[in-house]
T-cell receptor
Framework: KNEVEQSPQNLTAQEGEFITINCSYS?????LHWLQQHPGGGIVSLFM???GKKKHGRLIATINIQEKHSSLHITASHPRDSAVYIC????????????FGTGTRLTIIP | EPEVTQTPSHQVTQMGQEVILRCVPI?????FYWYRQILGQKVEFLVS????????KSEIFDDQFSVERPDGSNFTLKIRSTKLEDSAMYFC????????????FGDGTRLSIL
C-alpha cells in the first residue's frame, strides 16, 4: 500500500468550476507540501502546511493531522491551472525528506 | 524571487559514462536535496545534505551516486557509471532551515542514458 494516496488520479473540469483534490497518508508527518508540476516537468511549491488552512489567491489548502488527510481546492478554475498536482508529506521532525503522491492530473477546458 | 537553478536542462550520456548534474540552491538555504522522477512515475527522494554531509539517503542512492558541495554556491549529483535505468528527471531542492520551512525546487535536469 502506498504511503500517500491521491484522488482523483485524473480530473477534467470546465473553466470556472470549483476543484477539490484529496490526499491521504498513512504515516506520521510534521508538514505537507502541495506541489504543481507543469508539462515541461518543473515543480513549483504551492503550499507547506502543518495545520488548519492556507490560502493563496484562488488556491486553498487544508489539512487534518488527526485524520491524516489534506485537500487542495481551486476556486474559479482556469485553463492555466491545468497541471499535475502532487501531495508530498514530510515525515516527523528530524527527517526532512518528502514522500510524494502519484499526483492528480487536472485539465481545465475553456 | 530567488530560485533554485539546475544545469543542464537536458543531458544525454552513453551508458557507463559518468555524469554530473549541477544545482545552485537559494543563497541563504542550508538544506539541500536531490529527487528523481522516472518517466510516468512519482517523484522519489534520493538524498538530503546538510553541513557538508549526507543527512539521509534512500535505497536508490547506492555507491554509484555521490553528492558534493564543492564551493559556497553549487550542489552537485554525480552518477559514476550510468545505467539505462538512471534515465529520469532529476530535481534539486533547497530549504532555509530544518522543520517548518518549505523546500524550493529547481526546474529539473532530464537525463537520458543511451
Amino acid at each position: 500500500k502506498n504511503e500517500v494516496e491521491q484522488s482523483p488520479q485524473n480530473l477534467t473540469a470546465q473553466e470556472g468550476e470549483f476543484i477539490t483534490i484529496n490526499c491521504s497518508y498513512s504515516v506520521g508527518i510534521s508538514a505537507l507540501h502541495w506541489l504543481q508540476q507543469h508539462p515541461g516537468g518543473g515543480i513549483v511549491s504551492l503550499f507547506m502546511l502543518s495545520s488548519g488552512k492556507k490560502k493563496h489567491g484562488r488556491l486553498i489548502a487544508t489539512i487534518n493531522i488527526q485524520e491524516k488527510h489534506s485537500s487542495l481546492h481551486i476556486t474559479a478554475s482556469h485553463p492555466r491551472d491545468s497541471a499535475v498536482y502532487i501531495c508530498a508529506p514530510r515525515r516527523d521532525f528530524g527527517n526532512e525528506k518528502l514522500t510524494f503522491g502519484t499526483g492528480t492530473r487536472l485539465t481545465i477546458i475553456p | 524571487e530567488p530560485e533554485v537553478t539546475q544545469t543542464p536542462s537536458h543531458q544525454v550520456t552513453q551508458m557507463g559514462q559518468e555524469v554530473i548534474l549541477r544545482c545552485v540552491p537559494i543563497s541563504n538555504h542550508l538544506y539541500f536535496y536531490w529527487y528523481r522522477q522516472i518517466l510516468g512515475q512519482k517523484v522519489e527522494f534520493l538524498v538530503s545534505f546538510y553541513n557538508n554531509e549526507i543527512s539521509e539517503k534512500s535505497e536508490i542512492f547506492d555507491d554509484q551516486f555521490s553528492v558534493e558541495r564543492p564551493d559556497g554556491s553549487n550542489f552537485t549529483l554525480k552518477i559514476r557509471s550510468t545505467k539505462l535505468e538512471d534515465s529520469a528527471m532529476y530535481f534539486c531542492a533547497s530549504s532555509e532551515a530544518q522543520g517548518g520551512q518549505p523546500q524550493h525546487f529547481g526546474d529539473g535536469t532530464r537525463l537520458s542514458i543511451l
